[in-house]
């Protein structure tokens, strides 16, 4: 069974910085990309960005520049450093992995529990 688990999320104030980091568990073969979306009070979830099994990172135009993915392949784990955080980026941020169970199995998403951020002063 494979396992997303969010970590990082806090309270911060405007202009503020947080590491957010997501560890994947379980039966992984092969992970194509990950990905952190987040979604807002009242609004529909949206693509935060995203980093390719290569490393080629994109992200949402309101982040760029702000946030920066990362990700250790060796451990399965994916980071979003948050920087010149703004109000508007309260958000619950969740983990997203497209993988491979195992060899010749069905590529399948998985999503994380999510991790609450709120940018407050």
């Known amino acids: 069974q494979v396992q997303l688990v969010e970590s990082g999320g806090g309270l911060v104030q405007p202009g503020g910085s947080l590491r957010l980091s997501c560890a994947a568990s379980?039966?992984?073969?092969?992970?194509?990309?990950m990905a952190w979306y987040r979604q807002a009070p009242g609004k529909q979830r949206e693509l935060v960005g995203r980093?390719?099994?290569?490393?080629?990172?994109n992200y949402a135009d309101s982040v760029k520049g702000r946030f920066t993915i990362s990700r250790d392949k060796a451990k399965n784990l994916l980071y979003l450093q948050m920087n010149s955080l703004e109000p508007e980026d309260t958000a619950v941020y969740y983990c997203?992995?497209?993988?491979?169970?195992?060899?010749?199995?069905?590529?399948?998403?998985?999503w994380g529990q999510g991790t609450q951020v709120a940018v407050s002063s």
């Open positions: 997203y992995a497209y993988l491979q169970e195992y060899s010749g199995s069905y590529f399948r998403p998985y």
């Open positions: 379980g039966n992984i073969f092969s992970i194509t990309f």
């Open positions: 980093i390719t099994s290569s490393g080629t990172t």
